[in-house]
């Protein structure tokens, strides 16, 4: 008995305790590495500068290389929380230095990003080894049906740091044929086959480094931006609006016909400030538009308006508010009023003078619906303002501005922007 307990059953049984946990601690250290390295790409794709866009997508590889659901959940949270890492400051300084609501925000944000890649990650079949078990097209329509809902409502609400922003750094002037493009880019990188996509993927980012040029402005187009911070459009009074179309006259430049100024810039849109501004600009050929709220008892909407001196009227309502801190849904459920209209779906492309124009309100630049919806309908320009004095600190308006131009990009088009700081 003696001999047998000494024999080889116990040797095979260390044996295999010892390559499980051979194996557990090369996961641990795999595990470790790609969400160190899932950080470092969120972090510098998302840094502000354009030409760093491209970094992101290494993302799909990287969720496609864990060794488990957890570890793919863990990997696309660092991913997604070093991108928008600025949001805590941000929302900080909005609520007066309260850190809790942009926490919370941040963390709701991260865990709907991770939850649906972390659902839609899939490990390797029993018996088989992990470049049998992962190639095919399983993984390349996981990772696409992830993405897609991380574009669309509901998850694409906070569905910022999308890796297809990037498209129009990889593929300037390509339009959708660089959608598609860049959408099979993608699918590549969750294949075995993601080192010869990155090297192609990364061809195409040397040379797009190498010529690359900023976007028009459209003819006759001018944004002007303000440093007013947190006081822009709170103050209703005369002496406000009569400094502000001093502004605007000034800016115009000869050639100038239509000037931009940045959301929130007129505050309260009522016939009183409609008829100010009217005449204020008799006498001139331009059209501003600028942002403003019209208020009713269930609410407000977000809104830009056109004025000129023989009229002035809602040009856009924007569709997605910044959830928590405008959008506030929820007020509606429990019978309150108040807070910000989403208007999901509506107005993709606006008319003005003859020409099609792509609106794009602040929050709605980090989005993936919006500026591809006012895309299907052929805009000749893109106008971008936005009020970012409570991002004062972080680099969540220049992540605009670069999202902003890398769409405007793809698609030749021109684009203005105006803000507030």
């Known amino acids: 008995m003696i001999v ?3 024999g080889p059953f116990p040797t095979r049984a260390f044996s295999v305790w010892r390559g499980q946990s051979s194996r557990s601690i090369r996961n641990w250290q795999l595990t470790c590495l790609l969400i160190a ?12 500068h354009v030409l760093t866009l491209p970094v992101a997508v290494l993302f799909p590889a990287l969720w496609r290389m864990s060794p488990s659901r957890p570890t793919a959940a863990l990997v696309s949270a660092g991913y997604f929380l070093a991108a928008s890492r600025g949001l805590p400051q941000g929302v900080a300084n909005f609520y007066a230095a309260d850190l809790w609501p942009g926490l919370l925000l941040w963390t709701a944000a991260s865990l709907s990003f991770a ?3 972390a659902a839609l990650w899939k490990g390797q079949p029993e018996g088989k080894s992990p470049r049998e078990g992962r190639t095919g097209m399983a993984m390349a329509a996981r990772y696409l049906a992830a993405a ?13 740091a999308h890796p ?5 750094v990889l593929f300037p002037g390509w339009g959708w044929w660089g959608l598609v493009a860049m959408t099979a880019g993608l699918a590549m990188m969750t294949s075995r086959y993601w080192p010869a996509a990155a090297i192609v993927l ?6 797009s480094t190498a010529t690359w040029t900023s976007p028009n402005l459209p003819e006759g187009w001018k944004g002007v931006d303000l440093e007013q911070g947190q006081k822009l459009g709170r103050d209703g009074s005369l002496d406000y609006h009569r400094d502000l179309i001093a502004t605007v006259r000034a800016a115009a430049g000869e050639k100038t016909r239509f000037i931009v100024l940045p959301e929130s810039a007129l505050g309260f849109w009522t016939p009183t400030v409609a008829r100010l501004w009217s005449q204020g600009l008799r006498g001139s050929e331009l059209t501003v538009i600028a942002g403003a709220a019209v208020i009713d008892p269930s609410g407000y909407d977000n809104v830009m308006v056109a004025i000129s001196a023989d009229e002035a009227r809602i040009l856009y309502r924007e569709r997605m508010p910044v959830p928590v801190s405008m959008w506030q849904p929820w007020r509606a459920w429990t019978g309150q009023g108040g807070g910000a209209r989403a208007n999901l779906f509506g107005n993709p492309v606006v008319q003005n003078d003859g020409q099609k124009l792509a609106a794009l309100i602040c929050y709605e630049q980090l989005l ?9 309908h052929s805009p000749t320009a893109i106008v971008a303002p936005g009020n970012g004095w409570w991002a004062a600190g972080t680099s969540i308006v220049a992540i605009q501005n670069v999202s902003v131009m ?3 990009k793809l698609f030749g088009l021109p684009v203005v922007t105006a803000f507030n700081r």
């Open 4 to 6: 047998g307990i000494s």
């Open 37 to 48: 390295v899932s950080v470092a790409c969120g972090w510098t794709a998302w840094s502000g």
């Open 115 to 117: 939850g649906v890649h």
């Open 148 to 160: 897609m809902l991380m574009g669309l409502p509901p998850f694409g609400i906070t569905g910022w």
């Open 164 to 168: 297809l922003t990037a498209t129009g």
């Open 202 to 207: 990364g061809g195409f980012w040397l040379w």
């Open 368 to 376: 993936l619906w919006p500026v591809l919806q006012s895309m299907l």
């Open 406 to 408: 890398a769409w405007a």
